[in-house]
């Protein structure tokens, strides 16, 4: 009982960082309708950046996340503007190839340029666990957590009550209506690519300080962000903050009561039998 | 689809006695591999075409299907001793069956959906695989060793053997695709692609014939999965159920052009050397370099070619008349 418990608690604590991710991931296919294959590359750029901030000048992974989010919102604008809207007006199936050619590029450039080795960021200012009556937390993943579900917030809170966030959200809706609005699709294209990459950076410079460093880290979290963000529904934010939860908790539970080395198939197991019982996502229109 | 004209068969008869006799003229055995290689992409590339171009269901989980062929027919001369030509029409049903299997549950789904659904399914047999002690789990299979002959599939003095049944497996499924395309299916399957509501009021069964054109593509794909195997004669979850597979797959059929019988042939021609020669020539440090360039050249054809090469040349020849 306790055992489950303890999984529970992992798979909530995965869980929350997948939903951040996700989130990133569904904005862009949700303004855009495009399929970001170097999601988890993005993510891979943020958690190096912690890694040499920390290791070079000595900067906490904490505290280098507004640098991080910044980074990569400047680097997800810049792709955007210099290849994705190349492809924007092309064929769906160029959109997906253009995110995987240039996904595969970065983890070999960072490969050829840093090593595939493995790192990590020893000592943080988060070490240590608590013991809640039996179920261990570990300091660094609840604070992961915990950062995650505040960037979610945020990003809900940003969407709903700024201008540019209800201008996000109406190109989500429908893209003539807003263009008929005065609304710069255009801008809001590179924008949301922009704060999308920017979510993926905040969850890095939190991933980064319990979880391996290394060139290749981005492919299984791409592949778990697609399955989450189309559970959750096409574009939808809250679909994906559920969907992300609901991954992590399979992926933990299910690896314990069968066998870990299979919980990446239960979760896409879980993907298949949902798409068919609900075409749309969990909560896709 | 018109019917084919005389000078193109002419054209086509050229094209075909220049492969027979090449092998005989270039005698190094690395552009023999690179050419065995292309024409087994260009394969994979057709099959794709007759779901992914055809009837738009863009499968990015090919590879499930090319891994099931080469572990059906490994697995069955391995344990029960039975020629790989038998397992190859055994893998063949086998992924037809599965491919039905896959695509009921997902026959409402379109674009990134399905796109996302096909690599999920592809993941969790690589995942089954690498875990399947029966298949020899993540260490793979190692295919026994037999007499040299047709009858055993298995060649050890020269790789021209294996050319040449590699450029007929290549002509078999250029022959389905332009059956699919001139029949009554094919025009089924650009009705569903266009939209499915229209067609399902035309009375097409669109659950049906997206059915067919997944089997029918995914029979193809294990073909050249069996070929793979016996080429090779070792294979692994790492080597023959990894999604760059699929992708390359889905690349060579794009850079050829999307719904031409013959493009993905072109696609596959253009590509698998460049990809082949640029690891040979940058990849032997197993730096990556090689990985480099090709993630940029991707993306770069993405970006400038998205309608394929062979596209472009239809349409200009299309402008000239």
């Keep these: 009982m306790e055992q489950l418990a303890q999984q529970l608690v992992n798979g909530i604590l995965i869980g929350l960082v997948y939903s951040l991710l996700a989130i990133g991931l569904t904005l862009i296919w949700g303004v855009m309708n495009v399929l970001n294959f170097a999601h988890g590359e993005f993510l891979m750029i943020g958690m190096f950046i912690s890694y040499w901030l920390y290791s070079l000048a000595g900067i906490d992974p904490l505290l280098s996340i507004p640098l991080n989010a910044v980074a990569l919102f400047l680097f997800g604008m810049f792709i955007y503007r210099f290849v994705i809207s190349k492809v924007m007006k092309g064929p769906a199936l160029a959109q997906l190839v253009v995110t995987f050619g240039i996904s595969i590029f970065l983890a070999n450039f960072a490969a050829l340029i840093w090593t595939p080795n493995f790192r990590s960021i020893e000592h943080t200012l988060l070490s240590g666990t608590w013991d809640i009556s039996g179920v261990k937390l570990s300091i660094p993943k609840f604070v992961t957590s915990i950062g995650s579900v505040l960037t979610s917030l945020g990003v809900f809170w940003f969407l709903r009550n700024t201008r540019i966030g209800k201008a996000i959200l109406a190109v989500e809706m429908d893209r003539e209506a807003a263009v008929i609005m005065g609304i710069n699709t255009e801008r809001i294209n590179s924008l949301s690519f922009g704060i999308g990459s920017a979510l993926v950076g905040v969850a890095g410079a939190l991933l980064a300080t319990n979880y391996y460093i290394y060139p290749f880290v981005g492919g299984s979290f791409s592949l778990v962000c697609f399955c989450i963000v189309a559970l959750g529904g096409f574009g939808s934010i809250e679909g994906a903050f559920i969907a992300g939860i609901l991954v992590g908790v399979v992926q933990t539970l299910g690896g314990y009561i069968f066998d870990p080395a299979y919980k990446l198939a239960i979760v896409f197991a879980m993907y298949l039998i949902t798409v068919w019982i609900r075409p749309q996502g969990l909560r896709g229109l | ?321």
């Design chain 2, 1 to 321: 689809m018109q019917g084919i004209s005389s000078k193109q068969m002419a054209l086509g008869g050229v094209a075909l006695a220049l492969l027979i006799i090449f092998p005989l003229l270039v005698d190094s055995s690395f552009g023999q591999h690179v050419m065995i290689l292309t024409f087994m992409f260009a394969m994979c590339g057709v099959a794709w075409n007759v779901m992914g171009g055809y009837a738009a269901m863009f499968s990015f989980g090919q590879v499930a299907f090319f891994g099931i062929g080469a572990y059906a027919s490994s697995f069955l001369l391995l344990t029960f001793n039975i020629s790989p030509w038998i397992g190859l029409v055994a893998g063949g049903l086998i992924s037809a069956l599965l491919a039905a299997g896959i695509g009921y549950p997902c026959s409402n789904l379109r674009g990134h959906y399905f796109a996302i659904a096909t690599i999920a399914f592809a993941e969790i047999i690589r995942i089954v695989f690498n875990n399947w002690k029966l298949m020899g789990a993540a260490e793979g299979i190692t295919i026994p060793m037999l007499k040299e002959s047709l009858a055993n599939f298995m060649f050890h003095s020269s790789k021209l053997p294996y050319y040449y049944i590699m450029l007929a497996f290549l002509l078999v499924s250029i022959a389905v695709c332009y059956w699919v395309s001139t029949s009554k299916m094919g025009y089924y399957f650009r009705a569903i692609k266009e939209s499915h509501e229209i067609a399902k009021v035309l009375g097409v069964d669109v659950v049906r014939y997206r059915l067919y054109a997944i089997m029918i593509s995914a029979f193809l794909t294990s073909m050249a999965g069996t070929f793979y195997a016996q080429y090779i004669l070792y294979i692994d979850p790492e080597s023959v159920m990894i999604m760059p597979i699929s992708v390359q797959i889905v690349l060579v059929a794009m850079l050829g052009g999307a719904n031409t019988v013959l493009g993905p042939v072109i696609g596959a021609a253009v590509l698998i050397p460049l990809s082949e020669y640029s690891r040979a020539w940058l990849g032997y440090k197993g730096t990556g370099v090689d990985m480099i360039v090709y993630g940029t050249l991707i993306t770069i054809i993405a970006m400038y070619q998205p309608e394929g090469v062979w596209g472009s040349i239809t349409n200009l020849m299309r402008r000239r008349k």
